[in-house]
Nanobody, 124 residues
Framework: QVQLVESGGRLVQAGGSLRLSCAAS????????MGWFRQAPGKEREFVAG????????FYGDPVKGRFTISRDNAKNTMYLQMNSLKPEDTAVYYC?????????????????WGQGTQVTVSS
């Protein structure tokens, strides 16, 4: 198993930047493909960004392309989400997740482990 803990969420003004972190413990971090999802009140959980188990392939949800960047540091067992040019519609609880899928996935039901989430609020 792997345990995931997100951090870095806070209130920020539109146009600002934030970096979220996801610290993993338990099984070797590099054994999983990883992803970020978000969920706003009253909405379904939405894929944000992910990468393959090797880290060589990254992919993004359309709403965040060109603004968000996903990265990982296997030595630190930590994944990051750099969020730039934030918009009020980016307001949500952000979750990191780990999957046994080699290439990663945009589907939340293909992820096996989840963190507790961190709140990001973007004011206009």
């Amino acid at each position: 198993q792997v345990q995931l803990v997100e951090s870095g969420g806070r209130l920020v003004q539109a146009g600002g930047s934030l970096r979220l972190s996801c610290a993993a413990s338990g099984r070797t971090f590099s054994r999983y493909s990883m992803g970020w999802f978000r969920q706003a009140p009253g909405k379904e959980r939405e894929f944000v960004a992910g990468f393959s188990r090797s880290g060589g392939f990254t992919f993004y949800g359309d709403p965040v392309k060109g603004r968000f960047t996903i990265s990982r540091d296997n030595a630190k067992n930590t994944m990051y989400l750099q969020m730039n040019s934030l918009k009020p519609e980016d307001t949500a609880v952000y979750y990191c997740a780990a999957s046994s899928q080699v290439l990663g996935s945009r589907e939340y039901n293909e992820y096996d482990y989840w963190g507790q989430g961190t709140q990001v609020t973007v004011s206009s």
